[in-house]
């Protein structure tokens, strides 16, 4: 085991050596493993956005075995997907890439102002399935907010019970924000704050803007000139509210950008401000998995620190 996973595993000293294991099993694995860096593929998109939405632009991926396959191939940390993808592959694929099962998810069918999850797996389901992790959505923001932080809060004391990691995707929106708002500033950095506080070993945030969405933080942000013109000094700033950077941050690939330039720049801007990773759904199965793996490649390249082509080493 590398120095930095031993640094990161020391953060979580209340854990177990069952759920420290699975943490390492996942920090370990593929071909960011013992870099304390981590680019997760997740395949949640048919259950939230519908199938043709999701898949059509790459029909192999309506097959639940073809994204085993990308993270397979890949080399990603991890694979995260509901239960019934995961049901359709964990047998043919166990033990070649450490798995993460949504427990909870919505469809697209209703637009709500403020939006909720149905519980969809259990703790249960992930340990039958040989998973490391659990995966949970909050919306911080909505009006059902509160409820869901209860529910990840019982479902998280049972998961690390059994020796599991917690992920926890918070994801600002409801009728409290603007939508603007949903990627703020200081709404990203409270909820990684959140996620923390609420246990998770993992957190996923969206990249923020420079925008301020609360009165009374805008004035903190100004009076304590707290740094955030560039997307570097944003994310350095959301991995601070993560516990100063003791937990591990990673960050959403957002809606689906076939804009390679602009898709890595952000990337280099999670590296430089010193985020731990991505999480890349539409972005990497919405294309063909030769385009797919070339992406996921450049994007593990930036993070292990790989000068790009034609660049001078450092």
Same mark, same amino acid.
């Given at each position: 085991?590398?120095?930095?996973?031993?640094?990161?595993?020391?953060?979580?000293?209340?854990?177990?050596?069952?759920?420290?294991?699975?943490?390492?099993?996942?920090?370990?694995?593929?071909?960011?493993?013992?870099?304390?860096?981590?680019?997760?593929?997740?395949?949640?998109?048919?259950?939230?956005?519908?199938?043709?939405?999701?898949?059509?632009?790459?029909?192999?991926?309506?097959?639940?075995?073809?994204?085993?396959?990308?993270?397979?191939?890949?080399?990603?940390?991890?694979?995260?997907?509901?239960?019934?993808?995961?049901?359709?592959?964990?047998?043919?694929?166990?033990?070649?890439?450490?798995?993460?099962?949504?427990?909870?998810?919505?469809?697209?069918?209703?637009?709500?102002?403020?939006?909720?999850?149905?519980?969809?797996?259990?703790?249960? *389901? $992930? @340990?039958?399935?040989?998973?490391? &992790? !659990?995966?949970?959505?909050?919306?911080? +923001? /909505?009006?059902?907010?509160?409820?869901?932080?209860?529910?990840?809060?019982?479902?998280?004391?049972?998961?690390?019970?059994?020796?599991?990691?917690?992920?926890?995707?918070?994801?600002?929106?409801?009728?409290?924000?603007?939508?603007?708002?949903?990627?703020?500033?200081?709404?990203?950095?409270?909820?990684?704050?959140?996620?923390?506080?609420?246990?998770?070993?993992?957190?996923?945030?969206?990249?923020?803007?420079?925008?301020?969405?609360?009165?009374?933080?805008?004035?903190?942000?100004?009076?304590?000139?707290?740094?955030?013109?560039?997307?570097?000094?944003?994310?350095?700033?959301?991995?601070?509210?993560?516990?100063?950077?003791?937990?591990?941050?990673?960050?959403?690939?957002?809606?689906?950008?076939?804009?390679? *330039? $602009? @898709?890595?720049?952000?990337?280099? &801007? !999670?590296?430089?401000?010193?985020?731990? +990773? /991505?999480?890349?759904?539409r972005n990497s199965f919405q294309r063909t998995k030769e385009k797919?793996?070339?992406?996921?490649?450049?994007?593990?390249?930036?993070?292990?620190?790989?000068?790009?082509?034609?660049?001078?080493?450092?």
């Amino acid at each position: 085991m590398t120095p930095r996973v031993k640094e990161i595993l020391s953060w979580y000293g209340a854990d177990s050596p069952g759920t420290l294991t699975n943490l390492a099993r996942i920090l370990n694995h593929g071909r960011l493993g013992g870099t304390g860096k981590l680019v997760i593929l997740p395949v949640d998109q048919g259950f939230e956005h519908g199938p043709a939405r999701s898949f059509a632009p790459n029909p192999p991926a309506y097959d639940p075995r073809y994204h085993f396959e990308l993270a397979i191939e890949a080399g990603c940390n991890a694979y995260a997907a509901p239960l019934g993808f995961l049901e359709a592959g964990a047998r043919d694929y166990v033990g070649e890439v450490p798995l993460i099962l949504k427990l909870n998810d919505a469809d697209s069918l209703l637009d709500e102002k403020d939006p909720n999850q149905a519980l969809t797996g259990s703790v249960s *389901d $992930a @340990l039958r399935l040989g998973c490391s &992790a !659990i995966g949970f959505t909050i919306y911080p +923001g /909505s009006g059902h907010q509160l409820e869901m932080y209860g529910q990840i809060r019982d479902l998280a004391e049972e998961a690390k019970a059994a020796g599991l990691v917690v992920v926890i995707w918070s994801y600002p929106r409801g009728s409290g924000l603007s939508k603007e708002g949903e990627t703020a500033i200081d709404v990203c950095g409270y909820a990684a704050q959140i996620a923390a506080q609420l246990g998770a070993h993992i957190v996923k945030v969206k990249l923020p803007s420079a925008h301020i969405e609360q009165d009374a933080a805008r004035k903190v942000y100004q009076d304590q000139q707290i740094p955030i013109a560039t997307q570097a000094e944003r994310v350095r700033h959301v991995v601070q509210c993560a516990f100063a950077g003791r937990r591990i941050l990673i960050f959403s690939g957002g809606a689906a950008n076939f804009d390679d *330039d $602009a @898709l890595l720049a952000e990337i280099r &801007a !999670i590296h430089a401000g010193g985020g731990f +990773g /991505s999480i890349l759904g539409r972005n990497s199965f919405q294309r063909t998995k030769e385009k797919a793996l070339k992406l996921l490649g450049e994007v593990m390249d930036i993070y292990a620190g790989v000068p790009a082509a034609g660049a001078p080493a450092a």
